[in-house]
Nanobody, 126 residues
Framework: QVQLVESGGGSAQAGGSLRLSCLAPGITDRRSCMGWFRQAPGKEREGVATIYNRGGSTLYADSVKGRFTISQDNAKNTVYLQMSSLKPEDTAMYYC???????????????????WGQGTQVTVSS
């Protein structure tokens, strides 16, 4: 069974930075698409960033372009989300997701991902 485990969430001040990690054994070492999603209370889950490990194609939500960077370290079976210039609007539960086949990558569509982590909370204060 595929298990994704997020870490690195926490509290940060506006303008600060956080780096999220997702351990994805058996995923990043093959053709796949990895994505980061977030969901705030009362709001829909939205795709933040995604990366295809064949060619490194990426796709970002407009709200995070220039501030967030998604990357992979295949040797460590890990995908990262480097978040800088954080804003209070970034406060949400962040989820790591995987399409183990990279069937339609890059994609920020929830339906394109088969596996999900448990989430890690990010809270940004003013």
């Amino acid at each position: 069974q595929v298990q994704l485990v997020e870490s690195g969430g926490g509290s940060a001040q506006a303008g600060g930075s956080l780096r999220l990690s997702c351990l994805a054994p058996g995923i990043t070492d093959r053709r796949s698409c990895m994505g980061w999603f977030r969901q705030a209370p009362g709001k829909e889950r939205e795709g933040v960033a995604t990366i295809y490990n064949r060619g490194g194609s990426t796709l970002y939500a407009d709200s995070v372009k220039g501030r967030f960077t998604i990357s992979q370290d295949n040797a460590k079976n890990t995908v990262y989300l480097q978040m800088s210039s954080l804003k209070p609007e970034d406060t949400a539960m962040y989820y790591c997701a995987a399409d183990p086949y990279g069937a339609r990558c890059p994609s920020r569509a929830v339906a394109d991902y088969a596996y999900w982590g448990q989430g890690t909370q990010v809270t940004v204060s003013s």
